[in-house]
């Protein structure tokens, strides 16, 4: 099943708490690839589903990472491309805290998990086409 995110909605699903298992870009396409991601009925009852959120028309340049050493408030790390990242990052989980949307550009702010522990994220997206959750039923 396919659903296109309209922006200014209230939305039932939440990538809060989600863990991005792996990107890929295939064909201008951005793929996240989550363990589960959150819904919420109408009633509030919270349901999880294994998912895929795919985003349209992105530019490999317009995919940037900021990874900073460590969870405190220190502000040490590296701003890195979505190649860079998949290479020092490859196996790394990324669990989303934050989201945030605007203008065809979505931020994603969380935990990136390390070996050693998690150290801060942010992960920015521009897109050109849709953003569309990919949701196994």
């Given at each position: 099943?396919?659903?296109?995110?309209?922006?200014?909605?209230?939305?039932?699903?939440?990538?809060?708490?989600?863990?991005?298992?792996k990107?890929?870009?295939?064909?201008?396409?951005?793929?996240?690839?989550?363990?589960?991601?959150?819904?919420?009925?109408?009633?509030?009852?919270e349901?999880?589903?294994?998912?895929?959120?795919?985003f349209?028309?992105?530019?490999?340049?317009?995919?940037?990472?900021?990874?900073?050493?460590?969870?405190?408030?220190?502000?040490?790390?590296?701003?890195?491309?979505?190649?860079?990242?998949?290479?020092?990052?490859?196996?790394?989980?990324?669990?989303?805290?934050?989201?945030?949307?605007?203008?065809?550009?979505?931020?994603?702010?969380?935990?990136?998990?390390?070996?050693?522990?998690?150290?801060?994220?942010?992960?920015?997206?521009?897109?050109?086409?849709?953003?569309?959750?990919?949701?196994?039923?």
């Amino acid at each position: 099943m396919q659903i296109e995110r309209i922006f200014g909605e209230s939305f039932r699903y939440s990538l809060h708490d989600a863990r991005v298992q792996k990107i890929e870009y295939q064909e201008n396409n951005l793929i996240l690839h989550f363990d589960y991601i959150f819904s919420y009925a109408d009633n509030e009852s919270e349901s999880t589903h294994k998912a895929k959120i795919i985003f349209e028309d992105t530019v490999l340049d317009d995919v940037e990472f900021m990874v900073l050493s460590s969870t405190n408030a220190a502000f040490r790390g590296k701003f890195l491309s979505l190649d860079d990242f998949l290479k020092a990052y490859q196996g790394s989980e990324f669990e989303i805290i934050t989201e945030t949307y605007n203008w065809r550009r979505a931020v994603f702010q969380g935990w990136l998990w390390k070996n050693n522990g998690p150290v801060n994220c942010t992960m920015n997206v521009y897109f050109k086409g849709k953003m569309i959750y990919e949701i196994d039923a």
